[in-house]
């Protein structure tokens, strides 16, 4: 067991998920709005949605199935747009005509949309497929190194995104509430715009 490697996979690892990304905005401002159960539900679809990719990453890194650059860029922009599309409906439940804020009524989020953020943020899809694999060497033994890192990520995924819901839920009763919110909301157009921008330059390359 190479116990560094695993220091610096749990390192990177809990990093990227804290880092400021959908996931993590979608279940702050779940948390936010909804509480406890619809932010739980959505941690589970976020990370339903990370074992798919775990999945393929595998079957890529062991020869099984291949992703087409192309096909990959695609899929980057579609999640892109869906990410777009929920900073869009973020601002618009807190933008008033007068240019006051108000909440209004909105989705309560839940497994669905955490499973579909998941399977659309680019920075998950570039970890799973492209960073994933250069831990692979933490165990001798393929199999049982994989299983020891995706049984690390699930732990952590859980552990990282209920910590982060906690911190949000404080500031539920905040003043400062509803400009948390609009700053999520330009957060996720903001990563939308700058995935767009890498996955459609891809072409021009």
Known sequence: MDFLELGLYIITVIT????PGPVMLLVASTGLKHGY??????IVGTNLASLILISISVLALKGI????????????????????YLGIEILKEYFMERGTLMPLK???????KGLLVGLSNPKDIIFF?????????????I????????????????????IIYKAFNTLSQ???????????????????????YTAIGHFFN
């Open 16 to 19: 990227m998920i804290a880092s």
């Open 37 to 42: 159960k619809a932010a739980f539900n959505t």
């Open 65 to 84: 199935f291949s992703i087409n650059e192309n096909v990959y860029a695609t899929i980057r922009i579609i999640g892109c747009l869906y990410i777009g």
């Open 106 to 112: 909105t989705d309560q989020g839940g497994f669905k």
């Open 129 to 141: 497929v492209s960073f994933f694999p250069q831990f692979i060497g933490v165990h001798t033994d």
């Open 143 to 162: 199999n049982l190194s994989l299983t020891i890192l995706i049984g690390t990520w699930i732990l952590l995924d859980f552990t990282t995104l209920l």
């Open 174 to 196: 905040s003043k400062i509430y509803p400009v948390i919110m609009i700053l999520c909301g330009v957060l996720f157009l903001g990563i939308a715009v700058y995935g767009l």
